[in-house]
């Protein structure tokens, strides 16, 4: 039964790192192509997109390590 | 007074040499420069952020709840309601993320030739429409209710000559100033094409017709 409930939350963590990298690719090539999606003008928002998709990435990947150690370590 | 010199360009004071370069996106032509951006008001995330903050309450609120009045011992359903609640929080962190992405990469492209309708998504969706100037007969502008004047976000829809919509945007930040600008663009876009058709007429040898556009330039 442990080994159950690390293989789900690893691969759940796992799983999730690897959407967020698939989102951040994406946008670093739409941005790239498109860049007027990266300029800081009065018009595009204030936070560009490229560094939000760096947020949600740092985000999904503190979600995975933080719940994986409270897991392990207090459980 | 003419027409001509009380038009403003409506892009290039604000955006300086910003736009004068190429390639600010896909699909753009040489001679085409950007007058404005145009995104959709921030209300449109309103329900994203009431499913993300009602979902959090819900599910984590329960699990807690769960945890408290379990006995200290039966640490199985302790490991449950922890994967539970990693899988929800993952869950909603890429629902939330991916939304306010999707939100900053619908945009609306006002160049000095064309108006472009871009929908992309974070992965999968990728769609440009594009509509000439010189197709557009009619703007409309509505922002009706209180809401949409406190908030100030209203509806632009675009007619041609027949009466069909060619484009609908709803939700757009500003559109009153937006409108402006769209009718000031339009507006040079007929007269520059209106010029060019009595310079081709002059070099064929015949006398260029009166038009609508010129009666308004000469007022």
């Not at chain 2, 499913?51 to 449950?80: C, H, Q, W, Y």
């Not at chain 2, 209710?145 to 069909?164: K, P």
């Amino acid at each position: 039964m442990q080994n159950f409930f690390i293989f789900f939350l690893l691969g759940t963590a796992i799983l999730s790192l690897l959407t967020g990298l698939l989102v951040v690719f994406s946008i670093y090539k739409i941005s790239s192509k498109n860049r007027l999606l990266i300029y800081k003008n009065p018009f595009t928002p204030k936070l560009p997109i490229r560094k939000l998709a760096l947020i949600y990435l740092f985000v999904i990947i503190a979600l995975g390590i933080g719940f994986n150690f409270y897991f392990f370590f207090f459980l | 007074m003419s027409l001509k010199a009380d038009f403003k360009d409506p892009g290039k004071d604000v955006l300086g040499e910003l736009f004068e370069k190429k390639d600010c996106f896909q699909g753009q032509r040489k001679t085409e420069h950007i007058e404005t951006i145009i995104i959709r008001h921030k209300i449109v995330l309103l329900p994203t952020v009431l499913i993300v903050i009602f979902g959090l309450f819900s599910v984590l609120g329960v699990n807690a709840l769960i945890r408290e009045f379990i006995p200290t011992d039966a640490n199985l359903i302790k490991k449950i309601s922890i994967t539970v609640d990693f899988l929800f929080v993952s869950i909603i962190a890429h629902f939330l993320f991916i939304n306010l992405m999707n939100f900053y990469l619908k945009l609306v492209i006002i160049t000095n030739l064309r108006i472009i309708d871009v929908k992309f998504t974070t992965i999968f969706s990728r769609s440009m429409d594009a509509l000439d100037l010189h197709n557009i007969q009619d703007i409309n502008m509505k922002r009706t209710g209180f809401w949409r004047w406190a908030l100030n976000f209203g509806r632009i829809v675009m007619h041609n000559a027949s009466g069909n919509e060619l484009f609908d945007f709803k939700y757009l930040k500003n559109p009153l100033k937006n409108y402006n600008i769209i009718n000031h663009v339009h507006y040079k876009a007929m007269h520059s094409r209106v010029a060019i058709q009595k310079s081709i007429q002059r070099h064929q040898g015949n006398q260029p017709k009166q038009t609508d556009w010129e009666d308004i330039s000469e007022e």
